[in-house]
């Protein structure tokens, strides 16, 4: 089973700008759909965005839609979440995951399909 590993958070401040990578274990990550979620303290986990097996179709929360860009780059087997003006509200663990069993799955941003889930990496926005 494939593995993912998030990476490229830290401290930034209101405004700012994050890259975070979710990067696979095994060359069939390819052929899956992944999102990015995240979870606040004291709050449950979220919907941020989702990009699809060929990368087109494309997924946002409205509250980080035009702000957040997702893609990936399948022969680094690795997805991308680029924050862009980013706020309190947006301090969170972020967390990479794939709809693992689902082959060619579509986009979603329903926490149950997706079956494989990395660690997470801290995101905090200071104002």
């Known amino acids: 089973q494939v593995q993912v590993v998030e990476s490229g958070g830290g401290l930034v401040q209101a405004g700012g700008s994050l890259r975070l990578s979710c990067a696979a274990s095994?060359?069939?990550?390819?052929?899956?759909?992944v999102g990015w979620f995240r979870q606040a303290p004291g709050k449950e986990r979220e919907f941020v965005a989702a990009?699809?097996?060929?990368?087109?179709?494309?997924y946002y929360a409205d509250s980080v839609k035009g702000r957040f860009t997702i893609s990936r780059d399948n022969a680094k087997n690795t997805v991308y979440l680029q924050m862009g003006s980013l706020n309190s509200e947006d301090t969170a663990v972020y967390y990479c995951?794939?709809?693992?069993?689902?082959?060619?799955?579509?986009?979603?941003?329903?926490?149950?399909?997706?079956?494989?889930w990395g660690q997470g990496t801290q995101v905090t926005v200071s104002s």
């Open positions: 995951a794939v709809r693992w069993s689902t082959q060619y799955g579509g986009v979603t941003s329903n926490n149950r399909a997706y079956d494989v």
């Open positions: 095994e060359r069939t990550f390819s052929s899956r759909t």
């Open positions: 990009i699809s097996w060929s990368g087109p179709s494309t």
